[in-house]
């Protein structure tokens, strides 16, 4: 009888080996992935994120989905605009596409006002080429069908919000072959448009909390500075940089104003490879063009935040074939450069950052192309780091 149930009890020890899940050698997602790897789509491209962060500090993202990375047309597949959040640093949500069309939707942009509320641009090709498509969130809603803010022409759409909850939106047109832009100004449910005779291109948008709209953008190898006097009247654009200085192109440049009304624009200039910026102080000239010092690599796509502790300054440097890497250093209000951080730390590409300073916290997106083929795979990351 005793040596019945030692066989039975060895028996059963070994079926529970067998069957025991904790035994299952399958890695799980957190093993497979980057534990920044928000998307984890390994057989699309999903890129040109944008981000922000709600009143209790939670975290909204937008992307662009391009596809099959093995499809031989992904340049001209139909692509779509996707939304994910993170509710008190939990698992991300599941992706809710909001653009829902059949032409190509791309280059997203994003901003949440007081309220919580989302408001999305993007610019759409297909029937009514080259529009500018526009959506929203309530914060406790659902997101609404996308309505366009242009007919055939509004290139490059870039959105803010005031600190009245207005929300503007800047496009580049054209009217009868001449160089224009539009203002577009959300009051009270209802779009306002300005239409500003002037040229404008790979601009990028910051609007004060008192409703002035500031613009940086190429204009031909040099970059420009224009903005409104809180009164939709726009002044003469300022060239901030010569043709000689040659900026690289395109998007390599950003736009930041402080508490104070400081102005702060960054740039890249090509034949250097440097990272250069100049500032604004309230009710002054423009200072000096300065540089971030000992930079290493070939710097792209450079994008800026200011607050008490400073100025932030966040971009991706070419180090080596195939391999870019994100980058983060802080200039104190005294003049002081922080030690450089690299954040993203992998070995393939991390390309085109986004990013939200709220609270001494810095949130980066950015998406990861794996390989070096031109239809290779793009993950969505995000990450934060301290900044005080």
């Not at 901030?240 to 890249?268: F, M, Q, R």
């Not at 180090?319 to 992998?346: C, F, M, P």
Request: hydrophobic share 35%; proline share 4%; aromatic share 12%.
């Amino acid at each position: 009888m005793i040596r019945r149930i030692k066989i039975f009890c060895i028996i059963a020890l070994v079926l529970s080996l067998f069957s025991c899940k904790d035994c299952i050698t399958e890695p799980s997602e957190d093993d497979k992935f980057d534990l920044r790897n928000i998307t984890r789509n390994e057989a699309e491209i999903e890129s040109n994120a944008d981000i922000d962060i709600d009143s209790e500090g939670n975290v909204h993202i937008i992307y662009q989905n391009s596809g099959p990375a093995n499809s031989p047309t992904f340049h001209t597949n139909p692509s779509d605009i996707y939304y994910i959040y993170n509710m008190n640093k939990g698992k991300w949500s599941k992706p809710v596409n909001i653009s829902n069309s059949d032409n190509i939707s791309y280059d997203p942009h994003m901003v949440m006002d007081s309220k919580d509320n989302i408001h999305v641009v993007w610019r759409e090709l297909g029937t009514g080429e080259g529009r500018t498509f526009y959506n929203m969130k309530h914060s406790d809603g659902d997101w609404k069908e996308p309505i366009p803010l242009t007919d055939d022409n509004g290139d490059q759409p870039r959105i803010d919000v005031d600190g009245f909850d207005n929300v503007h939106v800047v496009a580049a047109t054209t009217t009868d072959s001449k160089p224009e832009f539009l203002h577009l100004v959300k009051f009270n449910d209802i779009w306002n448009i300005t239409i500003v005779d002037h040229y404008i291109s790979n601009h990028s948008l910051f609007v004060t909390q008192n409703g002035g709209a500031h613009l940086a953008f190429e204009y031909g190898r040099s970059i420009a500075y224009n903005h409104n006097n809180y009164d939709n009247k726009w002044n003469e654009a300022e060239l901030l940089t010569t043709t000689s200085d040659y900026l690289k192109y395109p998007w390599v440049h950003d736009i930041a104003v402080s508490d104070e009304g400081n102005v702060y624009v960054i740039w890249c200039e090509a034949h250097t490879n440097q990272i250069k910026f100049r500032i604004k102080y309230t009710e002054s000239t423009w200072s000096e063009t300065d540089s971030i010092p000992n930079m290493e690599g070939d710097p792209w796509y450079p994008k800026i935040a200011v607050d008490e502790n400073g100025l932030h300054v966040v971009w991706i440097a070419y180090t080596k074939e195939w391999d870019y890497d994100v980058y983060y250093q802080k200039l104190s209000h005294n003049g002081i450069w922080s030690e450089r951080q690299q954040i993203s730390l992998t070995e393939t590409a991390s390309l085109i950052t986004a990013i939200k300073l709220k609270d001494n916290v810095l949130h980066i997106v950015w998406h990861e192309k794996y390989g070096s083929a031109s239809s290779s795979e793009r993950d969505v990351f995000y990450t934060t780091i301290l900044t005080n």
